[in-house]
């Protein structure tokens, strides 16, 4: 056997900490579960100058959410003020055209480069499913997730506005969409068509493809999941990612068929509304990006996600930024949302039509 570098025999002779490592040490369950000291946790080396501007309006951002506990249409108010705020900003350093479209009875927002739809992209379109608890997001959060892509990727964006709780329940989402879907279908062959969506939208576009593959209509060439997939909240980013936002902790797995008004009623072991409950289901998926950062509390999940995904054979393309938080590339101007963007559109760039 080969000796190690001396660099790294030298590291792994390193104790682990060096200062009341016996005092610090985590207390330990039977069951796997740690009690953890009380300790700092310095901002990612890793993350750009930037994001830690942002990540400190986030925390304050956070602080001054009203929840539901204000009522729905202050929710909605709060959040779209920060969106289109972002709108704004997008459309400076992204030019798009921007129009309202309904399609099969659904409104729509459509973005497309201000210089023109690429020629490989003419016959191609995208899908954009906005994010927002499945509760708010219409029109200005999906302007934020759609201006970005269709300009780097010089391709149209359909941002559909999709019904969401309390006023409605599952599958009211998936029907506005496969509706939509159904209907480009006229224009577009299946091959052609991305959708991909980030947070409640990561999960609702896991949840038309499956819609999709129950009603046997041909499915999109491929698709992204960001921020949320196929799989339920949980794992250790459920526990850990709260305490690194600057969020309450100790909550753990979120079930969205408990938590979530749309999904009143549903089942958490429905395929349609959790896809990774059938892995028969998930054999059919198209190739799929998965995209997260490791202050995201569905991190787990999007992982758990990509896991299922490729040991049902499925394609799929990973990324992770570390010390990114929940959808952190809604906010134009960070090299990270940058580099996610062109993630984006290679990726679909090289699977549509494909």
């Given at each position: 056997?080969?000796?190690?570098?001396?660099?790294?025999?030298?590291?792994?002779?390193?104790?682990?900490?060096?200062?009341?490592?016996?005092?610090?040490?985590?207390?330990?369950?039977?069951?796997?579960?740690?009690?953890?000291?009380a300790f700092t946790v310095p901002y990612s080396m890793y993350a750009s100058p930037?994001?830690?501007?942002?990540?400190?309006?986030?925390?304050?951002?956070?602080?001054?959410?009203?929840?539901?506990?204000?009522?729905?249409?202050?929710?909605?108010?709060?959040?779209?003020?920060?969106?289109?705020?972002?709108?704004?900003?997008?459309?400076?350093?992204?030019?798009?055209?921007?129009?309202?479209?309904?399609?099969?009875?659904?409104?729509?927002?459509?973005?497309?480069?201000?210089?023109?739809?690429?020629?490989?992209?003419?016959?191609?379109?995208?899908?954009?499913?906005?994010?927002?608890?499945?509760?708010?997001?219409?029109?200005?959060?999906?302007?934020?997730?759609?201006?970005?892509?269709?300009?780097?990727?010089?391709?149209?964006?359909?941002?559909?506005?999709?019904?969401?709780?309390?006023?409605?329940?599952?599958?009211?989402?998936?029907?506005?969409?496969?509706?939509?879907?159904?209907?480009?279908?006229?224009?577009?062959?299946?091959?052609?068509?991305?959708?991909?969506?980030?947070?409640?939208?990561?999960?609702?576009?896991?949840?038309?493809?499956?819609?999709?593959?129950?009603?046997?209509?041909?499915?999109?060439?491929?698709?992204?999941?960001?921020?949320?997939?196929?799989?339920?909240?949980?794992?250790?980013?459920?526990?850990?990612?709260?305490?690194?936002?600057?969020?309450?902790?100790?909550?753990?797995?979120?079930?969205?068929?408990?938590?979530?008004?749309?999904?009143?009623?549903?089942?958490?072991?429905?395929?349609?509304?959790?896809?990774?409950?059938?892995?028969?289901?998930?054999?059919?998926?198209?190739?799929?990006?998965?995209?997260?950062?490791?202050r995201d509390f569905a991190m787990s999940s999007v992982l758990q996600s990509q896991?299922?995904?490729?040991?049902?054979?499925?394609?799929?393309?990973?990324?992770?930024?570390?010390?990114?938080?929940?959808?952190?590339?809604?906010?134009?101007?960070?090299?990270?949302?940058?580099?996610?963007?062109?993630?984006?559109?290679?990726?679909?760039?090289?699977?549509?039509?494909?």
């Open positions: 056997m080969r000796a190690l570098p001396l660099f790294l025999a030298g590291l792994m002779s390193l104790p682990l900490v060096s200062y009341g490592a016996e005092a610090r040490r985590p207390a330990s369950s039977a069951d796997g579960s740690m009690q953890l000291p930037e994001s830690l501007l942002r990540f400190r309006q986030v925390l304050i951002e956070g602080k001054q959410s009203p929840g539901l506990a204000g009522g729905i249409e202050a929710a909605r108010s709060f959040y779209d003020k920060i969106n289109a705020d972002r709108v704004e900003r997008m459309k400076k350093l992204y030019p798009v055209k921007l129009s309202t479209q309904t399609i099969a009875g659904v409104s729509a927002d459509v973005a497309e480069p201000t210089g023109g739809i690429s020629p490989a992209n003419r016959n191609r379109v995208l899908i954009n499913l906005h994010g927002g608890g499945f509760l708010w997001g219409a029109h200005s959060g999906a302007l934020v997730e759609a201006i970005p892509v269709a300009a780097a990727g010089k391709i149209k964006v359909i941002g559909v506005d999709y019904r969401q709780g309390p006023e409605h329940v599952f599958p009211a989402a998936s029907d506005d969409v496969a509706a939509v879907y159904r209907e480009l279908l006229k224009t577009y062959p299946a091959a052609n068509i991305g959708i991909y969506g980030c947070s409640a939208g990561g999960m609702l576009t896991g949840e038309v493809v499956a819609r999709l593959i129950k009603d046997g209509v041909d499915l999109p060439g491929a698709i992204g999941t960001f921020c949320g997939s196929i799989a339920p909240l949980g794992g250790d980013s459920s526990y850990v990612s709260p305490a690194l936002s600057g969020d309450p902790v100790g909550n753990g797995p979120i079930s969205i068929t408990e938590r979530l008004p749309y999904f009143k009623g549903a089942s958490a072991n429905d395929p349609l509304v959790i896809p990774a409950n059938s892995a028969a289901m998930l054999k059919k998926f198209p190739p799929t990006l998965l995209i997260t950062g490791t896991r299922l995904l490729t040991n049902a054979g499925v394609e799929t393309d990973l990324h992770v930024w570390d010390g990114m938080w929940h959808s952190f590339f809604s906010d134009p101007e960070l090299p990270e949302s940058k580099e996610a963007y062109a993630v984006m559109a290679k990726f679909f760039d090289e699977h549509l039509g494909k």
